[in-house]
Every structure is written in C-alpha cells, then in structure tokens.
C-alpha cells in the first residue's frame, strides 16, 4: 500500500512537471531555449498520462470509493510543491522527478 501511496504521489508530480514543461515559457525558465512543438506535444500527453496512471495507483492505494478523493489531494500537493520550487529552482524540480522512480523502487523492495 504504501508503494501505491507513492507512486501516486510521484506520478501526480511527473505528470504536473510534464504539464508545466509542456508549456513554452516553463520549459524556456528551465533550459533557456524554446521546444519544438512536437517535444510540448510529447511532454502534454507524457504529462496526462502520468496523471492517469496516478489516478490508479490512488485507486490501488486508498479503494476505488476514497481513491479519486486522495488522487485530488495527491494533485494539489504536488501541484503545489511544483508552484513552490519553480520560481526559486527551477532545475530541481525537473531532477526530483528523475529521483522518485529510484525511490519508488526502494520503497516497492522495502514494503
């Protein structure tokens, strides 16, 4: 249960981060350059679909009557985490998200 508790929270933040870089402005404050549309195009549907897998892993986590219901709040947590470093730094808020799969994994092992 608590892989699934984690997953979801990391799928929810990777899927705001993808959101966010999906956007020209986001991804040129990151890298000082400006995607192509078929790389914001690629990172908005990365980004959806990890908020959909997000959502099951809620799912798993919590039952499907109180899963949608911590998937909103595993949203706004990560949404905010994401609003609290980007402004300040914005590169470690794209390396977390490379930092939650290896710990996602350790936590799977563990529990």
């Known amino acids: 249960m608590v892989a699934h508790f984690f997953a979801g929270f990391a799928l929810a933040y990777i899927g705001m981060l993808g959101l966010c870089q999906g956007l020209e402005r ?11 549309a078929p790389l914001r195009r690629l990172l908005r549907g990365a980004g959806w679909f990890s908020l959909a897998l997000s959502f ?17 709040g ?13 402004p300040y730094r914005p590169r470690l808020a794209v390396w977390l998200a490379f930092v939650c799969v290896p710990l996602w994994v350790l936590i799977r092992v563990l529990a």
Request: proline content about 5%.
């Open 26 to 36: 986001h991804y040129k404050q990151v890298w000082q350059t400006v995607p192509s």
């Open 74 to 86: 595993m949203l706004s947590l990560s949404g905010f985490g994401l609003l609290m470093l980007l």
């Open 56 to 72: 099951y892993f809620c799912g798993r986590a919590w039952g499907w009557a109180m899963g949608p219901i911590g998937w909103f």
